[in-house]
Each structure stands twice: as C-alpha cells, then as structure tokens.
Nanobody, 125 residues
Framework: QVQLVESGGGLVQAGGSLRLSCATSGGTFSRYVMGWFRQDPGKEREFVARISWGGTSTYYADSVKGRFTISRDNAKNTVYLQMDSLKPQDTAVYYC??????????????????WGQGTQVTVSS
C-alpha cells in the first residue's frame, strides 16, 4: 500500500514563501513520477508541477512557472514544492500524487495512481 503524506502548508502573506513536503511509504519511490496539484473550493483540481523519476526533468503550470520549484530526494522518499512570491490566488489545498507510468509522467490528474490527503495553503493579501 502506497501512502503519501503532505506537510508544510499554512498561512502566509502575499510575497512570502512556503515549502511543502510529501513523504511516501510503500512501493518504489524512485520509480514514481511525482506531481503536485491544487484545488480551491468550488473549482476543479489543477496541475501545478511534476518531476521525473531521477529528478532531471520538471514541468510546471504557467501560473506558477518561475515562482515554484519541485524537487525530490529519492533517498528520503520525499518530494518537495518550494513556493516563492506567493499570491492570494495560490490559496488552495495542495495535493501530492504518484504516477507509476514513467519516467517523465504527465500533467493529467487521471494518470496519477496514488494521492495524499492534502495540505491547506492560504495566502493573505
């Protein structure tokens, strides 16, 4: 059973930074493409970023490009999302997800096999 647990969410002022972590257990972490998605109440869940098996390939949504950085530590079975220059419109529940089909993965929610429970990020203006 693969489990994903996010942490690091919270309340931050606009322009500030947060670092989300997603610790995984079960399965072979280094063979999962890892992604971050987010969902604001009343809206559909949207793709944020993904990272390939070895961490050499990353891909971002246009809305976060240049502000967010996804990374992974395969020795710690953990993926990170560094969020800088946060804006109120970044407010959402952030989810990490694992995709078995690699090595580069996709931005499609339906392609991801395992999901965390989410962590709330709130950016005040």
């Amino acid at each position: 059973q693969v489990q994903l647990v996010e942490s690091g969410g919270g309340l931050v002022q606009a322009g500030g930074s947060l670092r989300l972590s997603c610790a995984t257990s079960g399965g072979t972490f280094s063979r999962y493409v890892m992604g971050w998605f987010r969902q604001d109440p009343g809206k559909e869940r949207e793709f944020v970023a993904r990272i390939s098996w070895g961490g050499t390939s990353t891909y971002y949504a246009d809305s976060v490009k240049g502000r967010f950085t996804i990374s992974r530590d395969n020795a710690k079975n953990t993926v990170y999302l560094q969020m800088d220059s946060l804006k109120p419109q970044d407010t959402a529940v952030y989810y990490c997800a694992a995709e078995k089909m690699g090595p580069f993965g996709t931005a499609q929610e339906d392609d991801y096999d395992y999901w965390g429970q989410g962590t709330q990020v709130t950016v005040s203006s």
